[in-house]
């Protein structure tokens, strides 16, 4: 079991949601700032979102307004729910702690008809 295990991806109808979750290893959860990338085919891995701390959050423009980041520290685990999906929101979606320091393995949204 690795330090952060995501879950959550599916094949999902363009406008349909989907919520991803990664649990964190408590051995590093509320030490490092949590965020979501994704990385579609042939494109570089580029951030999603963050929890950049107190509470705050950072969007990419592209998540703005139909993405939300959150977590539940009771459960370890970060969440990001995805609202409106398009089919350009096709990734593999991978949870990270430290911006990078440490990486779950991933998991698929695929959004098509």
């Known amino acids: 079991q690795g330090l952060l295990v995501e879950s959550g991806g599916d094949l999902v109808q363009p406008g349909g949601s989907l919520r991803l979750a990664c649990v964190v290893s408590?051995?590093?959860?509320?030490?490092?700032?949590m965020s979501w990338y994704r990385q579609a085919p042939g494109k570089e891995r580029e951030l999603v979102a963050s929890?950049?701390?107190?509470?705050?959050?950072f969007y990419r423009d592209f998540a703005e307004g139909r993405f939300t980041i959150s977590q539940d520290n009771a459960k370890n685990t970060v969440y990001l729910q995805m609202n409106a999906l398009k089919p350009e929101d096709t990734a593999v979606y991978y949870c990270?702690?430290?911006?990078?320091?440490?990486w779950g393995q991933g998991t698929q949204v695929t959004v098509s008809s």
């Open positions: 990270s702690a430290g911006y990078g320091s440490y």
């Open positions: 408590r051995s590093i959860f509320g030490a490092y700032v």
């Open positions: 929890m950049v701390g107190s509470g705050e959050e």
